[in-house]
């Protein structure tokens, strides 16, 4: 048992580094933990070592949130989280919107429970015929999406255009030769789609005082937002095929984040940690992996899935409480002159680009860039570019690419 909890401690120190540092995933961290492999095994054993590999990957779904309100800068599960989040620190909220996140981060783990359950004794039996209707749940999302936006005509060329630009990055990701080689290739693409692209247009100023909000509502909306943030993360985390930013594009589909820009930082929040524990269940029930630490996980002698969910939960609770704790520091910030953050954010993620992909990131960067900037420009919604990850797999689905 002692062991279990070294692990435990090991999963969370890895998932708030990789949640604090713009750019870095659990992934890395989880490659990084098998370059060690053999030595974390003799001294913690398999079930310790699966252990914190789950740590970490639902400590950084609670953290990531920091990196993406303070600076701008997203990851693959924090994409269109980052505009009503950045939005909020400008305002003197920052505190708020990380918090935010943390409550609907703990809801999804209390609604994820009796849906691993039902995923795993209902759903296997029908995984045949729900995968050919991936592609089609998108393409009714994709519709939704433009019929309700200011202008579907722009909105299409939009999305048309960055799902091109995503078929592009994933089919020659080889190309990429930095230290994470084809598995960093998401990083440039929505950085240059969600991060970079908004950096450039942000206004001047300095960081307004920060407002120490603790993040609860008194109303039914916290509530609301986690489950419907659950259930969007609970179906992609299910699916192949579909990652967290598939799943915040279906839940800006309901929720516009222009208008209820709590609410939707609740609502994504809930989905990446439920993701996360439905992505486990993907892997228990049929043996699929659905991100990096999934395929960590089935390399070593699998546990029972019980003990990684209790220890999950239990990473959970303890995450839930260091974000709430950081997001309290959010007032160090006051006084930061906003456009030279912007600049500075900007080169550490062109930096950060050529390390992880080398030279072919760079020159997806400035492709994502260019497309990124189109939304301001047109007055269209930045949802429209999620097309770089939803097109791809929409074809895939349906066989077509």
Same mark, same amino acid.
């Given at each position: ?42 001294i913690l054993g398999p079930e310790a070592m699966a252990v914190s590999l789950f740590s970490a990957l639902i400590t950084h ?79 009714? #999302?994709?519709?939704?999406?433009? %019929? =309700?936006?200011? /202008?579907?005509?722009?909105?299409? &060329?939009? @999305? *048309? ?74 179906? #992609?985390?299910?699916?192949?095929? %579909? =990652?967290?930013? /598939?799943?915040?594009?279906?839940? &800006?589909? @309901? *929720? ?38 999934m395929v960590a996980i089935s390399l070593i002698d699998l546990p029972p899935v019980l003990l990684l969910v209790a220890f ?90």
């Amino acid at each position: 048992m002692p062991e279990l909890f070294a692990g435990l401690a090991l999963g969370l120190i890895m998932g708030i580094i990789s949640g604090l540092i713009p750019g870095i995933h659990a992934n890395t961290m989880a490659g990084f933990l098998l370059s060690f492999q053999a030595a974390v095994l003799l001294i913690l054993g398999p079930e310790a070592m699966a252990v914190s590999l789950f740590s970490a990957l639902i400590t950084h779904t609670f953290l990531d949130i920091i990196p993406s309100t303070v600076f701008g800068i997203p990851d693959a599960d924090t994409a269109i989280t980052v505009l009503p989040a950045h939005k909020f620190i400008l305002e003197g909220r920052g505190s708020e919107a990380v918090r935010l996140s943390a409550v609907g981060g703990l809801y999804a783990v209390i609604f994820s429970m009796p849906l691993i359950v039902i995923f795993c004794t209902v759903l296997p039996v029908f995984q045949d015929y729900i995968d050919w209707w991936i592609g089609i749940l998108l393409i009714a #999302v994709a519709g939704i999406l433009a %019929l =309700s936006s200011e /202008s579907p005509e722009w909105f299409t &060329a939009v @999305f *048309l255009t960055s799902g091109i630009l995503g078929m592009f990055t994933f089919n020659y990701p080889y190309l990429a030769t930095g230290i994470a080689g084809q598995s960093g290739i998401l990083m440039p693409l929505l950085t240059g789609l969600f991060g970079i692209s908004v950096l450039l247009l942000s206004s001047g100023g300095v960081m307004p005082e920060q407002v120490n909000n603790s993040g609860w509502s008194r109303d039914n909306s916290v509530l609301t937002c986690s489950l419907a943030g659950t259930v969007a993360g609970a179906v #992609v985390g299910w699916l192949p095929g %579909l =990652s967290n930013a /598939s799943a915040n594009a279906v839940l &800006a589909s @309901f *929720l516009n984040y222009d208008r209820d820009g709590g609410g939707f930082i609740v609502a994504t929040g809930a989905a990446n940690t439920a993701n996360a524990f439905l992505g486990l269940a993907a892997l228990y029930a049929l043996s699929r992996t659905r991100n990096g630490i999934m395929v960590a996980i089935s390399l070593i002698d699998l546990p029972p899935v019980l003990l990684l969910v209790a220890f999950g939960a239990l990473a959970a609770i303890i995450a839930y409480l260091v974000t709430f704790f950081l997001a309290g520091r959010m007032g160090i910030f006051k006084g930061f002159n906003v456009r030279n953050v912007s600049i500075a954010v900007i080169i550490f993620c062109v930096i950060l680009s050529f390390i992880l992909t080398g030279p072919y990131g760079l020159f997806i960067l400035a492709l994502a860039t260019a497309v990124g900037v189109v939304p301001s420009v047109i007055n269209v919604r930045r949802v429209s570019c999620m097309g770089a990850i939803m097109l791809p797999v929409i074809l895939w689905s349906l066989e077509l690419m």
